[in-house]
């Protein structure tokens, strides 16, 4: 079982910038990857950024250039850098550790950005 805490959510304005922080359980070199989900109202839970143990990193389209996941190992720490937020940001924001045997999901952290 990996334990996952979030934090960094809030409200900001478009054009803004916030810092998603996910800490897990577990050292997280021993999960296959670490990354952040996101699921606006009325909408599927989509993928925004995955950082896999080797080092891979995928964004989706539409955060690529603004966006910047990244770890650090001291911490069991994964970051999600928001830069230049826009209304369409709009979501929960959930942190994902992709372990062998099992997906495990944080709470979630609700980010709100107003036009």
């Known amino acids: 079982q990996v334990q996952l805490v979030e934090s960094g959510g809030g409200l900001v304005q478009a054009g803004g910038s916030l810092r998603l922080s996910c800490a897990a359980s577990t050292n997280i070199f021993s999960l296959n990857a670490m990354g952040w989900y996101r699921q606006a109202p009325g909408k599927q839970r989509e993928l925004v950024a995955l950082v896999r143990t080797s080092g891979i990193i995928n964004y989706a389209e539409p955060v690529k250039g603004r966006f910047t996941i990244s770890r650090d190992a001291a911490k069991n720490t994964v970051y999600l850098q928001m830069n230049d937020l826009k209304p369409e940001d709009t979501a929960v924001y959930y942190c994902?550790?992709?372990?062998?045997?099992?997906?495990?999901w944080g709470q979630g952290t609700q980010v709100t950005v107003s036009s």
């Open positions: 994902l550790a992709s372990h062998t045997v099992a997906n495990y």
